[in-house]
């Protein structure tokens, strides 16, 4: 058998069991493989390829994996997704805002917006933040 097609099943083995594991080691084993069948597919030695997986899995253990773990150890809890990722965003008045509703221009868009406290009011140009997304219609307060 060829070493291209040994080093592709070596890679996709490891990449399936890493889909069990979440551990991100055998997804950087398995770019190594990935990188020896591209040193195989060149027509490379043994050794070289060997190499080249040795140096490739170290090099994606080490610049790769850490990033990859960052990333996901942030977690959902930190992810503001659709219209509450506009939370604490500053906008500006585009129409009067007090206690019957106004406007502001928020992601390019123009949405329906109402004081924080019932006695505030807004004039047009005014800088204010975004303090809660409900539906299309965001509580404002002063910057």
């Known amino acids: 058998m060829d070493w291209v ?5 070596v890679a996709v083995i490891l990449g399936l069991t890493e889909l069990t594991l979440g551990t991100f ?7 190594g493989a990935g990188a020896a069948a591209v040193s195989a597919a060149l027509g490379a030695p043994l050794l070289v390829q060997a190499i080249v997986f040795a140096a ?10 850490p990033l990859l773990r960052k990333a996901l150890t942030k977690g959902p ?3 503001a997704l659709g219209p509450r990722a506009y939370e604490g965003t500053t906008v500006s008045v585009q129409e009067r805002i007090d206690s019957s509703g106004g406007t502001v221009e928020l992601g390019g868009d123009i949405w329906t917006a109402y004081p924080l406290e019932p006695d505030q009011a807004y004039e047009p140009g005014e800088q204010v933040t975004v303090v809660e997304v409900k539906g299309a219609i965001v509580t404002v307060w002063r910057s």
């Open 5 to 9: 097609i040994i080093w592709i099943i």
């Open 25 to 31: 080691v055998l997804a950087m084993v398995a770019v």
């Open 56 to 65: 490739a899995t170290g090099v994606s253990m080490v610049g790769v994996r």
């Open 77 to 79: 809890q930190n992810l």
